[in-house]
C-alpha cells in the first residue's frame, strides 16, 4: 500500500423476499466467475516460496531471505498491496476476513469449487502468522521498510532493499497488531477446526498467547514500529481489537472468559459508545458489534444482555447509515457507491457490504428486522443494498467500469502494482534495477505485462470519476483486504442462502454432505 449508499429504487416486496434465498445473478454478472478471480489475487501477491500448485505463473519465489538478519524464518505470507512490504497490521485483518468469509459462507463456497482455493489462501497467511509469533510475547509485525521500499520499483523476485523485520514485545507492545493477530488465528482455526485438526489446535494456542499479550501489555504498534506510521497508522488505537480478539476467541473456544471480557468492557474499551460508519484494518467497532450482535441473538447474552444490547444498537447504527436511513449517513457518490475517502476507497465499500450481508442473514435466521431511524428495514433490503455495491464493482456504474482486473472488457490495465507492471522473471530475466523500475517499467503508458486476475483497485472519487493510469496509486493500487470479505460477498451472492438458521453453531462444519459429494480433497503439506 502506497498509504493510509446507493441509488434509491422501490423494489418489490416479492423480489426483496426472492433476493435472499436465490443465487444473485439478476444483473447479469457473473458472481462465481468473480469469485474465482477474487481468490487467484492472492497468489499473485505471495511472499517465499511459492508452491507446484501455483496458478498466478508470471510470480516466482521470492523474500527468501526475510527475517535471517533478525535471526528468525519470516520467509512466506502476503505482499499487502502493489508494494513488495510485508504490513502485519493489514495481513492478519486480511486473514481474518478471509476466515470470517468461510465461516459464512464456506457453503456456497464449496458449491461454487473455491472452498479448496479459499482455505490454500488462508493458510498461506496462517503459516507465516505462525512463525512471526516467535514467542507468546514477541510478534514480528513488518519485514521491509515501506520508505525505501517506495523508492524503487522492482519486481518481488528482484528485490534489493532492506528485508529487516521489526516486531513487538513487552518492552515496545503492540496490542493493535496483537489483538488483530489473535482474531485472524482464532478465525482460522474454526475453519480448520474439521479438515486439520491439530493445526486449528495450534492456531488457537497461538491466539490465546497473543491476546494475553496485548491484554497484558498495552500500547499502540506504531509508537514501537515507528515505520509503520506512513503507511498503517493505528488512528483507532488498540481497544477495538482487543474487544474485536475477545469476539473471535469466544466464538472459536466457546470459553465465558471471552465473553465476559466483551461484557466487561464494553464501556471502557468503546464497544458499547462507539456508533462508527466505517470498518477495516484499522477500526473494528462496527465488526464486533456485529458479531456481539449475532452472540445475543443466538440466546447467549445471559446478564449481559443488558450490555450487548448496547453493542447491538451500535452495529444497526452503523447499517442503517450505510443503507442511508440512520441519523448520520454514509456519503454516497452520484452513481451509488459507498465513499469514505478518495485513498482506496475500495476497502470500506467492501468490509461494510460484508456486514450488511452477514447482519442480513442474522436478522433473517431470527426472524428480526432492522430498526433505523425511519422505521423498520427488511433484511432483504440489506442484502440487496450490498449487491448493489458489488454490481457497482463488476461494472454497473456511470463508467461501465470493472473496478476488478480481468472481470468483464472494460477494467484497469495500469494497475499500481510492481509485480504485474514489469515484464515477467520467466519472460526476461534480466535484472530490474531499483530505479531503473521507473524509468523503464513505472512511465510505460502501456497496459500491463502480466494480468493481475482478481484484484481489486482503489476505485473512482466521489464523482464516479477514474483514470486508469499506474502512477495515480490512490485509484488504481489494490490490496489484499479489499479482496477478503469481497470473497465472502460474492460466494454469497453467487450461490444463494438454502434457508439454514445463520445463527445455529457450526455452520462452516456443517457443509460435510456437501463437501463428499464433491469428493473435496485438501493438501495441507507444503
Known amino acids: 500500500m502506497e498509504k493510509s449508499m446507493g441509488l434509491c429504487f422501490s423494489i418489490a416486496p416479492l423480489f426483496l423476499l426472492l433476493i435472499g434465498i436465490l443465487p444473485l445473478a439478476l444483473g447479469g454478472h457473473d458472481y462465481g466467475e468473480a469469485l474465482t478471480k477474487s481468490i487467484l489475487f492472492f497468489e499473485a501477491q505471495r511472499s517465499g516460496y511459492l508452491p507446484s500448485n501455483q496458478r498466478i505463473?508470471?510470480?516466482?519465489?521470492?523474500?527468501?531471505?526475510?527475517?535471517?538478519?533478525?535471526?528468525?524464518?519470516?520467509?512466506?505470507?502476503?505482499?499487502?498491496?502493489?508494494?513488495?512490504?510485508?504490513?502485519?497490521?493489514?495481513?492478519?485483518?486480511?486473514?481474518?476476513?478471509?476466515?470470517?468469509?468461510?465461516?459464512?459462507?464456506?457453503?456456497?463456497?464449496?458449491?461454487?469449487?473455491?472452498?479448496n482455493n479459499a482455505l490454500d489462501a488462508i493458510k498461506w497467511g496462517?503459516?507465516?502468522?505462525?512463525?512471526?509469533?516467535?514467542?507468546?510475547?514477541?510478534?514480528?509485525?513488518?519485514?521491509?521498510?515501506?520508505?525505501?521500499?517506495?523508492?524503487?520499483?522492482?519486481?518481488?523476485?528482484?528485490?534489493?532493499?532492506?528485508?529487516?523485520?521489526?516486531?513487538?514485545?513487552?518492552?515496545?507492545?503492540?496490542?493493535?497488531?496483537?489483538?488483530?493477530?489473535?482474531?485472524?488465528?482464532?478465525?482460522?482455526?474454526?475453519?480448520?477446526?474439521?479438515?486439520?485438526?491439530?493445526?486449528?489446535?495450534?492456531?488457537?494456542?497461538?491466539?490465546?498467547?497473543?491476546?494475553?499479550?496485548?491484554?497484558?501489555?498495552?500500547?499502540?504498534?506504531?509508537?514501537?514500529?515507528?515505520?509503520?506510521?506512513?503507511?498503517?497508522?493505528?488512528?483507532?488505537?488498540?481497544?477495538?481489537?482487543l474487544l474485536w480478539a475477545a469476539a473471535w476467541l469466544y466464538k472459536a473456544s466457546n470459553n465465558d472468559y471471552y465473553l465476559n471480557y466483551l461484557g466487561n468492557n464494553g464501556d471502557a474499551l468503546g464497544g458499547t459508545g462507539?456508533?462508527?460508519?466505517?470498518?477495516?484494518?484499522?477500526?473494528?467497532?462496527?465488526?464486533?458489534?456485529?458479531?456481539?450482535?449475532?452472540?445475543?441473538?443466538?440466546?447467549?447474552?445471559?446478564?449481559?444482555?443488558?450490555?450487548?444490547?448496547?453493542?447491538?444498537?451500535?452495529a444497526e447504527y452503523f447499517m442503517c447509515s450505510c443503507l442511508g436511513k440512520g441519523s448520520a449517513n454514509v456519503q454516497k457518490t452520484p452513481g451509488g457507491l459507498i465513499f469514505r475517502q478518495r485513498?482506496?476507497?475500495?476497502?470500506?465499500?467492501?468490509?461494510?457490504?460484508?456486514?450488511?450481508?452477514?447482519?442480513?442473514?442474522?436478522?433473517?435466521?431470527?426472524?428480526?428486522?432492522?430498526?433505523?431511524?425511519?422505521?423498520?428495514?427488511?433484511?432483504?433490503?440489506?442484502?440487496?443494498?450490498?449487491?448493489?455495491?458489488?454490481?457497482?464493482?463488476?461494472?454497473?456504474?456511470?463508467?461501465?467500469?470493472s473496478y476488478m482486473v480481468g472481470y468483464g472488457n472494460n477494467y484497469p490495465r495500469q494497475v499500481h502494482h510492481r509485480g504485474s507492471s514489469i515484464v515477467s522473471f520467466k519472460v526476461d530475466p534480466s535484472f530490474v534495477s531499483c530505479r531503473g523500475g521507473y524509468a523503464t517499467w513505472f512511465s510505460r503508458k502501456g497496459s500491463d505485462p502480466n494480468l493481475l486476475t482478481g484484484a481489486l483497485v482503489g476505485g473512482p472519487d466521489a464523482y464516479d470519476n477514474f483514470a486508469d493510469q499506474r502512477d495515480n496509486y490512490e485509484q488504481t493500487e489494490p490490496a489484499t483486504y479489499n479482496n477478503a470479505p469481497l470473497m465472502g460477498l460474492l460466494a454469497r451472492l453467487h450461490g444463494g442462502h438454502d434457508g439454514y438458521n445463520q445463527l445455529l453453531p457450526g455452520t462452516f462444519s456443517s457443509m460435510t454432505s456437501v463437501l463428499a459429494n464433491l469428493k473435496f480433497c485438501l493438501v495441507f503439506a507444503r
Not at 516466482?60 to 504490513?87: E, M
Not at 452477514?358 to 433505523?372: P, Q
Open 126 to 241: 496462517t503459516d507465516y502468522l505462525i512463525k512471526a509469533h516467535a514467542e507468546p510475547n514477541v510478534l514480528y509485525g513488518e519485514v521491509g521498510d515501506g520508505n525505501t521500499d517506495h523508492y524503487c520499483w522492482q519486481r518481488p523476485e528482484d528485490m534489493t532493499t532492506s528485508r529487516a523485520a521489526y516486531k513487538i514485545d513487552p518492552s515496545n507492545p503492540g496490542s493493535d497488531l496483537a489483538g488483530e493477530t489473535a482474531a485472524a488465528m482464532a478465525a482460522a482455526s474454526i475453519v480448520f477446526r474439521r479438515y486439520n485438526p491439530s493445526y486449528a489446535k495450534e492456531l488457537l494456542e497461538h491466539a490465546y498467547q497473543l491476546f494475553d499479550f496485548a491484554d497484558k501489555y498495552r500500547g499502540k504498534y506504531d509508537s514501537s514500529i515507528t515505520l509503520a506510521q506512513k503507511y498503517y497508522r493505528s488512528v483507532s488505537g488498540y481497544a477495538d481489537e
Open 57 to 115: 505463473q508470471w510470480r516466482g519465489n521470492s523474500g527468501l531471505r526475510d527475517g535471517k538478519i533478525n535471526g528468525v524464518d519470516l520467509v512466506g505470507g502476503y505482499h499487502d498491496a502493489g508494494d513488495n512490504v510485508k504490513f502485519g497490521l493489514p495481513m492478519a485483518f486480511t486473514i481474518t476476513m478471509m476466515s470470517w468469509s468461510l465461516i459464512e459462507y464456506g457453503r456456497q463456497m464449496a458449491a461454487g469449487g473455491e472452498l
Open 343 to 401: 485513498w482506496n476507497n475500495m476497502q470500506f465499500v467492501t468490509s461494510a457490504s460484508f456486514l450488511l450481508t452477514v447482519y442480513s442473514d442474522y436478522l433473517s435466521s431470527a426472524g428480526k428486522s432492522l430498526k433505523c431511524v425511519s422505521g423498520y428495514v427488511p433484511p432483504s433490503e440489506l442484502l440487496a443494498f450490498a449487491k448493489s455495491q458489488v454490481d457497482y464493482i463488476l461494472g454497473d456504474n456511470p463508467r461501465a467500469t
Open 274 to 314: 462507539w456508533a462508527m460508519t466505517e470498518f477495516g484494518w484499522d477500526v473494528k467497532y462496527a465488526g464486533v458489534q456485529t458479531l456481539v450482535a449475532k452472540f445475543l441473538m443466538q440466546g447467549k447474552g445471559g446478564h449481559y444482555t443488558p450490555v450487548f444490547e448496547e453493542y447491538q444498537q451500535k
